[in-house]
């Protein structure tokens, strides 16, 4: 095959665990060309990784470029440039929603690949092949590799990887200023929010547990991103007084945040993309999962801590979870507990 269309309209995490089939086609194919379609937020981020020859980026309405141009008719100028590249084979990774299965049938590759997960009527003529992922096989990056082997890819079972680049730990070294980089002995990375309310441990938790973090002489950066303003600044506020040992970033920049986290020791916080990241750059990870799925993205280098509720998990992130107690209910000893036995403490 020459020219293969990967599509993933997922969130970080889901992005980062598809690499080891992506990696997979490459080592299978090496003459071939990968093409990876994503949003935007993630297109810096997997520009920097050598197995994807190219990065399509899904066009969003209203965007700086082409404001002047109805988002119907960008979008319809993006399906036929797709159809231009003559791809052939088209892989929907995760066989979601609308938009995907457009995607992949407006490539107009002759083999158009999709999963068998739930019933819909469009997509016998959608998909030319579609799998049903075996129930043994339930980490979301086995699962993918496994989508890849059935087209005679060989997946290797490797655990996800990003590349770290120079410019990456320049780049965050600027920020840590005088914090220690040794990723031995250095800092703890802190992630106090997660993108969705109802994933995110109690604020007052975060701010018990890097007191003992503190306690046991080990640094710790706090991390956020765009949509974490309301719990990183709530914890901030929780630590009124300047303290040395700790280290304030609000990072938009996947590509630095990569470089942060290479430097660290290793990272703690609420089921989300970022953890994720962290154990694609070699870190332990002490992860806290409620509503989610923590049978697909429980952690590969680390571990998972979760109070264990009937109710969990339920996938019910915003609306429908009226107090999200399987958060609430996991204590700080449960998570310094878990930090130690991965050896993230002094």
Known sequence: MKKI????????????????????????????QIHFLLDRPLEKLFAEEPLID???????????KNRKIPGFLNYFRFLLDLRKERYDLAIDLFTRGPRSRIIVFSSGAPRRVGLRDHVHFPDRWVYTDRWRIPNSLNQLFDQESYLIGRFGFSPKNEFPELTINPHNLEEARALLGTFPTDGG?????????????????????????????LERGTRIVVLGGPLDAGPFGQLKELFPEPDSRILWIRQSDLTVLKGILAFSRGAVGNDSGPLHMAQAVGKPVVVLFGPGDHISYRPYRGRLVRAGLACSPCQSFVKDCPDNQCMKAISVNQVEEALEREGLLE
Do not use: H, Y
Not at 54 to 64: D, G, K, T, W
């Open 185 to 213: 002995k250095g800092f703890l990375a802190v992630f106090p929010g997660s993108g969705l309310p109802n994933k995110n441990w109690p604020i007052r938790n975060f701010r018990d547990l890097m007191i003992r973090i």
């Open 5 to 32: 269309l990967f599509v993933g309209l997922r969130a970080l995490g889901d992005m980062v665990l598809v690499l080891p089939a992506i990696r997979a086609v490459r080592d299978t194919c090496s003459d071939a």
């Open 54 to 64: 190219r990065i399509v980026v899904l066009p969003r309405e209203n965007s700086q």
